[in-house]
């Protein structure tokens, strides 16, 4: 199918131009102002609108089971993306004790077959360490996965690795090219802390937060960074929610460490407060939202390119699944949605507050997740010959934000009531639309496995780089 897209102003990572865009074959073939419809080719007018590349979001949940609960699927989690506009997504295969690597893969790429709307791709979870071997880490890689999770908490899940193995995995990272991203917390602190509590009957959602200090993660962060530094690897912090983690990472970055970081909506905009509400297990998640000091830190960082990406760590519950543990917080299934609202709550508070650009917008939630991750030239711009990944986008559109809208799994939204100016109105994904004018007309089966290429591609630091 041919479509030409016309009337619209694109925004790149590094520009702002009114041209057409003729997609054809699934790829964006010609740029250009004076571009004609070939025969048979749809023309789409989007006069007054934006054209942005579609949104990657690199760190999203899919099926979690959490507490006896199960968070969204790809059926659900990738129709939320589509009218959210993002057009791929990164989730986790993790695998069970005594499952290797490949199977884990093969499974998760079995429940997303005929069931994804948009594109997705795999970090592989390097956990129960004793039943990893280096030459499976080494096939993902050649099979296209070359990111992979590890954790520095959730030890009694069998998640948690230690210094050496963490240092050994960087050191394979090394080697062979791939990315080691880590989910940073002093697991001891917080369970010394959570052992008072629960002695002291102290178990509402706040007192969790109050379990999980920000110089938990500012110390956890300092100590992985440190076994990057002494390994020569590349590093990816998830879901940086403080300022002292941001010290660590800004002292890494200035000794010449290869460190890229992403923070979250929530922690922007969400502040510690929710958790005193009588709702506030929907706002419950890990890391915690913090203060209002923190937040403003990761605004500033985020701005100066010392934070690369903004990304969801979207895990979605239902509230009737969030309320089980209203008042005994080890029974909360932590995460929160965000899929969905990641690009339309950038955008008013990013853009439309002052505090970014839409250049940097579509740097930080589209152009360096794709080359942090290896799926640039591909994805994560509009140039001619990458994929017709798109988002019509009327920075003029007025909406409260509902679960209705987000057509997701969760009957709640933790922005739930909240204006914002600016929505995307069609989503396209490999030249096939998957969201046209706010209805769903793509089938779940457009979506695709992507197998990445080389992570950490230049210019991964641009916005720092430029200072």
């Avoid at 629960?198 to 379990?211: C, N, R, Y």
């Amino acid at each position: 199918m041919s479509v030409l897209i016309t009337g619209g102003r694109l925004v790149t990572e590094i520009d702002s131009y009114h041209a057409s865009v003729l997609v054809e074959d699934g790829r964006i073939s010609a740029i250009g102002r004076d571009l004609a419809a070939p025969d048979g080719a749809e023309v789409v007018d989007a006069s007054e609108k934006l054209i942005l590349p579609g949104v990657i979001d690199v760190h999203v949940h899919v099926g979690l089971e959490l507490r006896g609960h199960r968070s969204s699927d790809f059926l659900t989690t990738s129709r939320e993306a589509a009218f959210g506009g993002v057009t791929t997504f990164l989730t986790y295969a993790t695998p069970e004790k005594g499952q290797d690597l490949e199977d884990t893969v093969s499974e998760r790429r079995s429940q997303a077959e005929g069931r994804c709307h948009v594109d997705y791709g795999l970090h592989a979870a390097l956990v129960h360490w004793a039943d990893r071997t280096d030459d499976e880490i080494v096939a993902l890689i050649d099979a296209g996965i070359p990111s992979f999770k590890m954790y520095t908490a959730y030890a009694d899940a069998g998640l948690q690795s230690d210094d050496e193995e963490l240092y050994h995995a960087f050191l394979l990272a090394a080697q062979h090219g791939a990315l080691v991203e880590v989910h940073c917390e002093n697991e001891w602190m917080i369970n010394q802390k959570i052992r008072r509590f629960v002695g002291e009957k102290k178990l509402t959602p706040a007192d969790h937060a109050a379990s999980r200090p920000s110089y938990v993660e500012g110390e956890a962060v300092a100590t992985v960074l440190r076994a990057a530094y002494a390994a020569g690897a590349p590093v990816y912090i998830v879901h940086v929610s403080t300022g002292e983690a941001l010290e660590a990472i800004s002292e890494a970055a200035d000794l010449g460490v290869e460190v890229y970081c992403e923070t979250c909506p929530q922690f922007l905009l969400l502040d510690e407060s929710k958790l005193a509400g009588d709702d506030g297990q929907r706002y419950a998640t890990c890391p915690p939202l913090r203060s209002e000091a923190h937040r403003a830190s990761l605004w500033e960082e985020l701005e100066d390119g010392i934070i690369q990406v903004v990304a969801t760590d979207h895990c979605e519950f239902t509230a009737a699944d969030k309320d089980a543990g209203a008042t005994d917080f080890r029974k909360i299934p932590m995460g929160l949605p965000g899929i969905g609202t990641l690009l339309p709550l950038m955008w008013h508070h990013g853009v439309g507050g002052g505090r970014m650009t839409e250049n940097e917008l579509v740097d930080r939630l589209s152009t360096q997740p794709a080359e942090i991750f290896g799926l640039h030239p591909g994805k994560g711009t509009l140039a001619p010959g990458g994929d017709a990944d798109l988002v019509v986008f009327d920075p003029e559109l007025e909406v409260t934000i509902s679960p209705e809208i987000l057509h997701g799994h969760a009957d709640y939204s933790p922005y739930d009531g909240w204006p914002v100016k600016g929505w995307p109105v069609s989503t396209m994904v490999r030249g096939e639309w998957v969201v046209r004018d706010r209805e769903l007309t793509g089938s779940p089966e457009l979506g695709s496995f992507v197998e990445r290429g080389k992570v950490c591609q230049w210019p991964g630091h641009r916005a720092a780089q430029a200072e």
